[in-house]
């Protein structure tokens, strides 16, 4: 762990209509978003890889529209999370690695495993799924090395560019709330997603690194982020990075269309000023 860790703050997606002429300009080709939000944001989520495995020049195109310095998180697919409820899936797992997140390169973040609410905790499936999870760049290419004939591309095994490979998972049935998952989780370093609710307002780390998906603020009959819950973030943020946590904060709650502006208060409010400020 390093010194001081970095703060990234974004969105989940950049791909949004409304956002077009608000946070997008007027007249900015669609073609271009990406790259636009990469000059403003610090991260975003990828969410296509939830329907569906992507295929390595999909990968590599993102890569390759972003700013320098800027990383992008995946999600893990449903076939995992909600099809196979985390059972009996190292081939789906194999074939998701194998499709091309890799092709990020140095852009490549965490990956986010996003439970079905009604995915009950069952200590034996939990800990099987974590002990699945690749941590290096090793443990990746050998899991991904065993995808099968699933998977519509060439395997992408190239680790040549990539750091460490993180995981974040999304736990959201009440029974998740038990001191044994928050254990499980940290033997693993895998970080339990802080959601900012009124249902889940903790803000624990199970990991060297903090992943939030902040659907708050976290309390009742608040729709929206406000600047004091904007600074709130900013100060539990400094005091994670400050310990060494890297952290990586997404806006994903229902007021979407001011998610990137949050994003950006939040960024600015930690006094991070990427290139296009």
Known sequence: ????????????????????????????????????????????????????????????????????????????????????????????????????????????????????????????????????????????????????????????????AVGAIRHAIELRHPSFDDPTVNTLLAAHNVARVIADTPESPLRELTADFAYCRLQGPARDNAPTYQPADIADWATTIAGWTAKGSDVFAYFVHEDKLHAPANAIALRQALGITPPGD
């Open 1 to 160: 762990m390093s010194s001081t860790g970095v703060a990234r703050t974004g969105t989940a997606g950049w791909v949004f209509a409304p956002w077009r002429g608000t946070f997008y300009p007027d007249g900015l080709v669609q073609k271009n978003e990406l790259a636009y939000a990469s000059s403003r944001l610090s991260s975003i989520e990828i969410n296509a890889t939830f329907r569906a495995n992507q295929k390595p020049a999909s990968f590599a195109k993102w890569a390759g529209e972003a700013r320098d310095g800027f990383v992008f998180s995946v999600k893990g697919p449903q076939l995992v999370t909600h099809i196979k409820r985390l059972k009996n899936c190292r081939s789906e797992l194999a074939n998701f690695f194998a499709s091309g997140p890799l092709a990020l390169g140095d852009r490549l973040g965490p990956f986010v495993w996003q439970l079905p609410p009604n995915l009950q905790f069952d200590a034996a499936v939990l800990e099987g799924f974590l002990e699945l999870l690749p941590k290096t760049p090793a443990d990746y290419v050998a899991l991904a090395g065993q995808a099968d004939a699933r998977l519509k591309s060439e395997p992408f095994l190239d680790t040549s």
